[in-house]
């Protein structure tokens, strides 16, 4: 974790740089007397309030070197980078300095990159020579603590166990994101094992990060697995962040930080490289606080890799996804379709209403909106209950579920990912199970031990029963989902019976909606679009579409986003709203799972 002393040794590297690029002298007179400060707030410790605002945390983020770095876009941060009123050390230093702030109360920072300022520097000297390598030249990130970075960081999915094992290599998505001059700034949280290990657990919580808490309501689930990635970018903390989902894990961190998300089709970005749940399921996905931040993001990681076969197969731009983002007026003419018996019915009627209104602003700029495109099979996919991924076993047939699919799959490819690590004796799925149950104090290895992990490694115990055997029932599964949520799902509710609809709306928050796109490997995109009265906890509007259909997704999504950003009053309320770091102080594990 991170800690002042870790900072402080960055900040002192800093100054070398600062001082032999001759940018920066230091009066040490001046610096030694502003040590001890006379007055802490608002910017070390928030203020305590009372009244309607008792828990809230202000955390002021100030400007820096003269830019709004709070809530910056991309674009924003190029153009003050090329008119060189601002550098990319800088920007990386202002972070920094919001890390400190906050992070101690959110754990979003799994670990810090220590090159980070010699990557930032570097591509600043290189931008000075005149070249700019594109949009993301410059712009910090984070990636989940799974995707493997071959530097001076460890890769550890959130466990103690992986600690000095060594990377063969960067994952294809990072070394992508580093050709693109993109400055990775170090690892982010998640839940453990991206949730594998255990089917009772406090979402966000791993023993290496500790739990990562949404900025909008600590207290509170805040969406996993890919926790500290939402997080951080919620809280300003870096410009966008990767994360990875099997069944959830970008959304749900996305939407429920107000955030942008875009979980790809399988085999959009390669998954080489990063820490596996399920090859079937899994997929790279992006966060970030815009449509266009969040698409240079895609930019910036999609694309076939020979590691990764599921990419050979791939139908995607040569030239990016930028290229299809709009503005509102697209909107004419454009037809969406709501499932309502499949996914509404199930949402809370606060959601209902808040996004309905949404819905309705989005037909007033000339969007159809069909009701009751349903996807035939929902019968068998959906558990009214909620998020269940086990779900043709809760009906009676394992054949039919995507948790058998999941189970086989984990045992088999994590051997495959083990294998390749260097300077670790963690081998097998057994040796994960042993090691949490000999460290039982910390990693919880056995049920209702560690508080973040009341069911033990239930999931992970599943999986070795399994025993990576890809028997009848697997393949009986296998290809029953894909039926289920393909063709006879949400490719039948787009076609409506020959009255095609472009993309259907759905509520982002519901945990049927990730089932459905998870088994397909569909694309799910979520876009921010209100608070929970009584939580003060973000959730999206969510846009569902076909295989490879990224790139009319964004269309509508960055289509959508222009109605909530360029209105008055009106679209007020469904838009991104700033954390108010509801209950700042708390520390409860395992957090509210509301
Ligand atoms: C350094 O700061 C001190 C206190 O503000 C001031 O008295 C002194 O003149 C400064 N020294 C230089 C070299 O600017
Ligand atoms: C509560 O905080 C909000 C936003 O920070 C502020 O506008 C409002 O005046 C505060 N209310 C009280 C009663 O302090
Ligand atoms: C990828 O390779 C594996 C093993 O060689 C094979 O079983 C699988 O069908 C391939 N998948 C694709 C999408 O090409
Ligand atoms: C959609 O249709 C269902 C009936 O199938 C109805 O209950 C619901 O209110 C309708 N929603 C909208 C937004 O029209
Ligand atoms: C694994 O580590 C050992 C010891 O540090 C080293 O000699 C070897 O080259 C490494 N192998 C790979 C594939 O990195
Ligand atoms: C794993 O499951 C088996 C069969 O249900 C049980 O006997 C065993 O105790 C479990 N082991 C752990 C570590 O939970
Ligand atoms: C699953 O097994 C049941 C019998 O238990 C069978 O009726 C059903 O067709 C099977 N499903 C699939 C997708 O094969
Ligand atoms: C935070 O969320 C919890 C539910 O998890 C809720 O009970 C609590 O009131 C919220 N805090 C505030 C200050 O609204």
Redesign the pocket.
């Given at each position: 974790m991170l800690s002042r002393g870790a900072l402080l040794a960055i900040g002192v590297a800093f100054n070398a740089i600062g001082s032999s690029a001759g940018r920066h002298l230091y009066n040490t007179t001046q610096i030694l007397g502003t040590q001890t400060l006379d007055s802490p707030y608002p910017y070390e410790v928030p203020v305590l309030?009372?009244?309607?605002?008792a828990s809230?945390g202000?955390f002021p983020m100030p400007t820096c070197n003269g830019f709004t770095l709070e809530e910056a876009t991309i674009d924003q941060m190029q153009e003050a980078l090329s008119k060189g009123t601002l550098t990319s050390v800088q920007i990386v230093m202002c972070y920094l300095q919001r890390i400190w702030q906050t992070d101690e109360y959110i754990r979003s920072i799994m670990e810090l990159n220590p090159d980070i300022l010699e990557i930032a520097a570097s591509l600043d000297l290189e931008r000075k020579n005149g070249h700019v390598r594109g949009p993301l030249h410059g712009i910090p990130f984070l990636v989940k603590d799974n995707i493997a970075t071959k530097d001076k960081m460890e890769t550890t999915a959130g466990s103690w166990m992986l600690l000095g094992s060594v990377v063969p290599r960067d994952a294809h998505v990072v070394r992508r994101l580093r050709e693109s001059g993109a400055v990775l700034m170090g690892h982010a949280t998640l839940s453990e094992w991206a949730d594998m290990r255990t089917n009772s657990y406090s979402e966000g919580y791993s023993a290496r990060g500790g739990q990562a808490r949404s900025p909008y309501n600590l207290t509170t689930n805040p969406g996993g697995s890919s926790s500290g990635s939402g997080g951080a970018v919620a809280a300003n903390i870096g410009m966008f962040s990767l994360g990875t989902e099997t069944d959830g894990s970008v959304i749900s961190p996305a939407e429920r930080n107000a955030l942008v998300g875009i979980k790809p089709t399988v085999g959009l970005t390669s998954r080489a490289g990063v820490i596996p749940e399920c090859h079937n399921q899994d997929t790279v996905g992006c966060l970030a606080r815009t449509v266009r931040d969040a698409t240079y993001c895609l930019d910036g990681i999609y694309g076939q890799d020979t590691r990764d076969n599921y990419t050979l197969i791939q139908k995607a731009p040569s030239n990016g996804y930028t290229q299809y983002l709009t503005s509102k007026s697209s909107l004419k003419g454009a037809v969406f379709g709501l499932p309502w018996l499949t996914f509404w019915q199930y949402s809370s009627a606060e959601q209902q209403t808040t996004l309905l209104s949404l819905i309705s602003l989005i037909e007033s700029h000339g969007a159809t909106i069909i009701n009751g495109t349903e996807l035939p099979s929902r019968e068998k996919i959906i558990n009214p209950e909620g998020w269940d991924w086990d779900f043709g076993s809760t009906r009676g047939y394992p054949n039919e579920s995507e948790y058998t699919v999941v189970k086989v799959d984990f045992y088999n490819d994590i051997r495959a990912y083990l294998s390749e690590l260097n300077n670790t004796d963690i081998r097998s799925l057994e040796d994960i199970m042993q090691y949490n149950i000999d460290n039982v104090g910390t990693e919880g290895g056995l049920p209702d031990v560690h508080p973040a992990f009341a069911g033990g490694q239930d999931g992970f115990n599943a999986s070795l029963q399994s025993g990576g055997v890809m028997d009848e029932t697997y393949w009986q599964a296998l290809s029953f989902m894909h039926r289920a949520t393909r063709e006879d799902g949400i490719d039948a509710a787009l076609y409506n019976s020959g009255n095609l609809v472009d993309v259907l709306l759905v509520p982002s928050d519901l945990g049927q909606v990730t089932n459905v796109a998870a088994q397909a490997g569909y694309p799910l995109i979520t876009l921010p679009a209100g608070i929970n009265s009584e939580t003060g906890m973000p959730f999206g509007l969510g846009l569902m579409g076909s295989a490879w259909s990224e790139g009319t997704m964004l269309k509508w999504a960055s289509a959508i986003e222009d109605v909530q950003l360029s209105g008055g009053q009106e679209t007020r309320d469904f838009r991104r709203t700033l954390p108010?770091w509801l209950d700042y102080r708390a520390k409860n594990v395992p957090v509210n799972n509301v």
């Amino acid at each position: 974790m991170l800690s002042r002393g870790a900072l402080l040794a960055i900040g002192v590297a800093f100054n070398a740089i600062g001082s032999s690029a001759g940018r920066h002298l230091y009066n040490t007179t001046q610096i030694l007397g502003t040590q001890t400060l006379d007055s802490p707030y608002p910017y070390e410790v928030p203020v305590l309030q009372d009244g309607v605002n008792a828990s809230s945390g202000q955390f002021p983020m100030p400007t820096c070197n003269g830019f709004t770095l709070e809530e910056a876009t991309i674009d924003q941060m190029q153009e003050a980078l090329s008119k060189g009123t601002l550098t990319s050390v800088q920007i990386v230093m202002c972070y920094l300095q919001r890390i400190w702030q906050t992070d101690e109360y959110i754990r979003s920072i799994m670990e810090l990159n220590p090159d980070i300022l010699e990557i930032a520097a570097s591509l600043d000297l290189e931008r000075k020579n005149g070249h700019v390598r594109g949009p993301l030249h410059g712009i910090p990130f984070l990636v989940k603590d799974n995707i493997a970075t071959k530097d001076k960081m460890e890769t550890t999915a959130g466990s103690w166990m992986l600690l000095g094992s060594v990377v063969p290599r960067d994952a294809h998505v990072v070394r992508r994101l580093r050709e693109s001059g993109a400055v990775l700034m170090g690892h982010a949280t998640l839940s453990e094992w991206a949730d594998m290990r255990t089917n009772s657990y406090s979402e966000g919580y791993s023993a290496r990060g500790g739990q990562a808490r949404s900025p909008y309501n600590l207290t509170t689930n805040p969406g996993g697995s890919s926790s500290g990635s939402g997080g951080a970018v919620a809280a300003n903390i870096g410009m966008f962040s990767l994360g990875t989902e099997t069944d959830g894990s970008v959304i749900s961190p996305a939407e429920r930080n107000a955030l942008v998300g875009i979980k790809p089709t399988v085999g959009l970005t390669s998954r080489a490289g990063v820490i596996p749940e399920c090859h079937n399921q899994d997929t790279v996905g992006c966060l970030a606080r815009t449509v266009r931040d969040a698409t240079y993001c895609l930019d910036g990681i999609y694309g076939q890799d020979t590691r990764d076969n599921y990419t050979l197969i791939q139908k995607a731009p040569s030239n990016g996804y930028t290229q299809y983002l709009t503005s509102k007026s697209s909107l004419k003419g454009a037809v969406f379709g709501l499932p309502w018996l499949t996914f509404w019915q199930y949402s809370s009627a606060e959601q209902q209403t808040t996004l309905l209104s949404l819905i309705s602003l989005i037909e007033s700029h000339g969007a159809t909106i069909i009701n009751g495109t349903e996807l035939p099979s929902r019968e068998k996919i959906i558990n009214p209950e909620g998020w269940d991924w086990d779900f043709g076993s809760t009906r009676g047939y394992p054949n039919e579920s995507e948790y058998t699919v999941v189970k086989v799959d984990f045992y088999n490819d994590i051997r495959a990912y083990l294998s390749e690590l260097n300077n670790t004796d963690i081998r097998s799925l057994e040796d994960i199970m042993q090691y949490n149950i000999d460290n039982v104090g910390t990693e919880g290895g056995l049920p209702d031990v560690h508080p973040a992990f009341a069911g033990g490694q239930d999931g992970f115990n599943a999986s070795l029963q399994s025993g990576g055997v890809m028997d009848e029932t697997y393949w009986q599964a296998l290809s029953f989902m894909h039926r289920a949520t393909r063709e006879d799902g949400i490719d039948a509710a787009l076609y409506n019976s020959g009255n095609l609809v472009d993309v259907l709306l759905v509520p982002s928050d519901l945990g049927q909606v990730t089932n459905v796109a998870a088994q397909a490997g569909y694309p799910l995109i979520t876009l921010p679009a209100g608070i929970n009265s009584e939580t003060g906890m973000p959730f999206g509007l969510g846009l569902m579409g076909s295989a490879w259909s990224e790139g009319t997704m964004l269309k509508w999504a960055s289509a959508i986003e222009d109605v909530q950003l360029s209105g008055g009053q009106e679209t007020r309320d469904f838009r991104r709203t700033l954390p108010k770091w509801l209950d700042y102080r708390a520390k409860n594990v395992p957090v509210n799972n509301v």
